[in-house]
């Protein structure tokens, strides 16, 4: 499979920037509405605490609709069954919404996260943030940027003073006991540790440095192919959660941070 050009690259930032924002307003405007503070209406999938509404389902019926004008031959998979067989080579990966628990309570740590993926890996992302207007963009080799300022990771060495941040699954009994007991002995070991609820937000902010370390297992392809790419094309490393090269198709678990730090985050998390 051919590697795509640095202009092809660039249109496939830029039109990921484009349709993250265009999403995350209409997404922002319907949340808006309902007026502060109140809660979402929401119907729920994997488990009794994943929640979707129907903002997450049309906001990705506006993606869709937006790819396939502009690149009807790619494939697109999205987190509310968005599936759509392709010729290309590229394939979308789309969260409508992510952080939709946040976007139910009218909280602010949510995003719209789009990627494309070649040849198994990524190579342009857009994470939109509508409640503080930011945006997050990368394309493979030309760097990642927020609202068009270059980003890079932390240069923090010492996991005493590092901010980690990580999430948990929907499924409170297969999952929840191991990663309580992770995080338990993770704490000691770091600054803090923050739990946004977006993962592909706590990638962005690994790539902006705003956090030093981002790690979360049984997330999804279209949490993450977007974030990666900005914490990579921001200096930063990620890997599996046994420190394998990731596949972004299939994340299952990641660690993302600076490259000194990455390895000590991995040690302290596999200790478990
Ligand atoms: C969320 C992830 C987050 C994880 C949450 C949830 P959603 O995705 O982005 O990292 O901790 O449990 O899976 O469901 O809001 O699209």
Redesign the pocket.
């Known amino acids: 499979m051919t590697t795509p050009s640095s202009a092809e690259v660039t249109e496939l930032r830029d039109l990921c920037i484009e349709i993250a924002r265009e999403a995350g307003s209409y997404a922002h405007g319907e949340r808006r509405s309902l007026g502060s503070g109140r809660r979402m209406v929401h119907d729920t999938k994997s488990s009794d605490v ?1 929640p979707v509404t129907e903002f997450d389902k049309a906001t990705e019926v506006l993606v869709v609709e937006r790819i396939r004008a502009a690149r009807p031959d790619d494939s697109i998979v999205g ?1 509310e069954g968005a599936d759509h067989q392709g010729t290309s080579g590229f394939e979308w990966h789309v ?1 409508p ?5 946040n976007y139910v309570y009218d909280l602010p740590g949510w995003c719209t996260s789009i990627g494309v993926v070649h040849d198994g890996g990524p190579v342009a992302g857009a994470v939109y943030a509508p409640t503080v207007d930011e945006v997050y963009g990368a394309g493979l080799g030309l760097g990642a940027t927020i609202n068009g300022a270059p980003l890079a990771v932390s240069d923090v060495t010492d996991m005493s003073t590092s901010l980690a941040a990580t ?4 499924h409170r009994d297969e999952h929840r006991v191991a990663q309580a007991e992770r995080v338990a002995r993770v704490l000691p070991n770091v600054r803090d540790i923050r739990r946004q ?4 937000l ?1 990638l962005a902010y690994v790539a902006s440095g705003r956090v030093d370390s981002y790690f ?1 297992e049984f ?1 999804n392809s279209w ?1 993450v192919v977007a974030g990666v790419l900005l914490v990579t094309e921001a200096g930063g490393v990620v890997t599996a959660f046994d420190g394998a090269p990731l596949d972004v198709t299939e994340p299952h678990g990641l660690v993302a941070a600076g490259a000194s730090l990455h390895p000590q985050i991995l040690r302290s998390i596999s200790h478990i």
């Open positions: 994943d987190e969260d919404i992510d952080g939709t628990v999430g948990f699954s929907y609820g977006s993962a592909a706590d979360e997330i949490d």
